[in-house]
């Protein structure tokens, strides 16, 4: 299971930090990735790394305001975000992919958290 964290109201240009926290059983071979949907929209790919080697890739458009990262002790994948943006506004979801197969696309991956809603607006 999943569980994801961290979502709140942020002013624009303000930094906010997701947690992804794995329950229940192992991940430790999967493929992590965040996904967001914004109201109204589909759900995109945001970032997605490697449980076992730390392996990153971002949406183009999000490189370099967002670091993926995981902390294997705590069994926690985080999401970094730096100068947000009103765009950013969405529910941000994390999920694993068993097969790793390092897609960008939700269908890849079986297991999602709730989603935690991030807001910015001032």
């Known amino acids: 299971q999943l569980q994801a964290s961290g979502g709140g109201l942020v002013q624009p240009g303000g930094s906010l930090r997701l947690s992804c926290a794995a329950f229940g059983r192992t991940f430790s071979n999967s493929v992590m990735g965040w996904f967001r949907q914004a109201p109204g929209k589909e759900r995109e790919f945001v970032a997605l790394?490697?449980?076992?080697?730390?392996?990153?890739y971002y949406a183009d458009s999000l490189k370099g305001r967002f670091t993926i990262s995981r902390d294997t002790a705590k069994n926690t994948v985080y999401l970094q975000m730096y100068n947000l943006k009103p765009e950013d506004t969405a529910v941000y979801y994390c999920?694993?992919?068993?097969?790793?197969?390092?897609?960008?696309?939700?269908?890849?991956?079986?297991?999602w958290g709730q989603g935690t809603l991030v807001t910015v607006s001032s």
């Open positions: 999920a694993a992919d068993g097969k790793r197969a390092y897609s960008r696309s939700e269908y890849a991956y079986e297991y």
């Open positions: 790394i490697s449980w076992s080697l730390g392996t990153t």
